[in-house]
């Protein structure tokens, strides 16, 4: 009929209403008011121990330089300083920190957060500045990773009794402390389900990979030493956790990091190891054992310690060759030689 709209024309309509119509209805609750950047911020970080850190550290700036807690407005008032101003503070903030004694890794964390901080706030668009102008201090890392050699390991396993569940238990963690050079977090985190006997795998949430998991290659010491710990203790649901506390009060809990702390410690101590131990020297023990067995192999042992960036294990092969006692012993020899 003639009145009547062609095709054509109704999906012209159809198109300008759509692309007339308000692009935020759906998304108005989620844009009402200012961003809470700080809970923002803590939001973004996967790993607990991160957010807890961050919000440690920035409880910290703002209690030393507002005299209270952080607040939305508070926060937002930082962040909507001038780009001199917001350096100029955290410049005082940092030569309190100082000024305190605190360690340079202390505040160069510190200082870190708040930059991470600033950086989200320019995400969100209430911040226009940066603080990289603000420079850390600097810190010399993994001072000692030597640790103690296999001999010392041996002492301290020597004294488990297998015939015990306790045993076998604090056996297991430190075969997998020094056979596959395992972080404490790592240890705590792994369920029974992570386990592969058969296989001789073992799956392992790293540090730093997010939710990206590595399966790892046993020896057959350490699957045999994490199955008798199983079979002993009796519960084999994938989900339970591989290491459990033994005390009264927490059995069947998962072992806190805390908890593997204290029985590396305690162990070396019952061992007659002077040197103080804690779970990441045995760490830094076994690659430096690694190391030496394969002449300086960094590709291999990077397999090993997982570190992402091989320069890391530089420090290692450096502390093993002992280069600078090398070098201080060949200086003062030629002192030596002149007296003759």
Not at 81 to 95: G, I, S
Request: charge should be positive.
């Amino acid at each position: 009929m003639p009145n009547e709209p062609i095709f054509g024309e109704l999906v012209k309509v159809e198109l300008e209403a759509c692309l007339s119509a308000p692009i935020t209805r759906y998304f108005d609750a989620e844009l009402q008011g200012d961003p809470d950047v700080l809970a923002q911020l803590l939001a973004d970080k996967r790993n607990p121990n991160t957010r807890r850190a961050y919000e440690k550290d920035l409880r910290d700036f703002f209690i030393k330089m507002t005299l209270m807690p952080p607040t939305g407005d508070s926060v937002l008032e930082f962040l909507h300083l001038q780009r001199e101003q917001a350096v100029m503070v955290v410049l005082k903030y940092k030569a309190k920190l100082i000024a305190s004694g605190l360690r340079e890794a202390t505040i160069n964390r510190r200082l870190a957060a708040i930059k991470s901080l600033a950086k989200m706030g320019r995400k969100l668009g209430v911040c226009n500045y940066s603080l990289e102008d603000v420079s850390g201090e600097k810190v010399k890392a993994y001072r000692d990773t030597r640790g103690v050699d296999s001999k010392a390991i041996s002492v301290v396993i020597q004294q488990f009794d297998k015939e015990t569940l306790i045993g076998k238990r604090n056996y297991a963690i430190f075969l997998v402390l020094w056979g596959l050079a395992l972080r404490r977090q790592e240890i705590c985190h792994l369920n029974v389900g992570d386990f592969d006997f058969y296989g001789r795998k073992l799956r392992v949430l790293g540090k730093g990979k997010g939710t990206n998991e590595e399966y790892l290659d046993m020896s057959k010491d350490v699957a045999a030493a994490l199955a008798d710990w199983l079979i002993a203790r009796g519960e084999m649901n994938a989900n339970l956790p591989i290491f459990t506390a033994l005390d009264f009060h927490n059995c069947g809990h998962r072992l806190t990091t805390d908890a593997v702390y204290k029985i590396v410690s305690a162990a070396f101590k019952k061992a007659g190891v002077k040197k103080p131990m804690s779970p990441h020297r045995v760490r830094h023990s076994a690659i430096t054992a690694a190391l030496d067995a394969t002449d300086g192999n960094i590709r291999k042992v990077q397999k090993l310690s997982r570190h992402a960036d091989p320069r890391t294990l530089m420090i290692y092969d450096d502390n093993r060759n002992k280069d600078l006692w090398e070098m201080s012993e060949l200086l003062t020899g030629m002192l030596k030689s002149a007296d003759e």
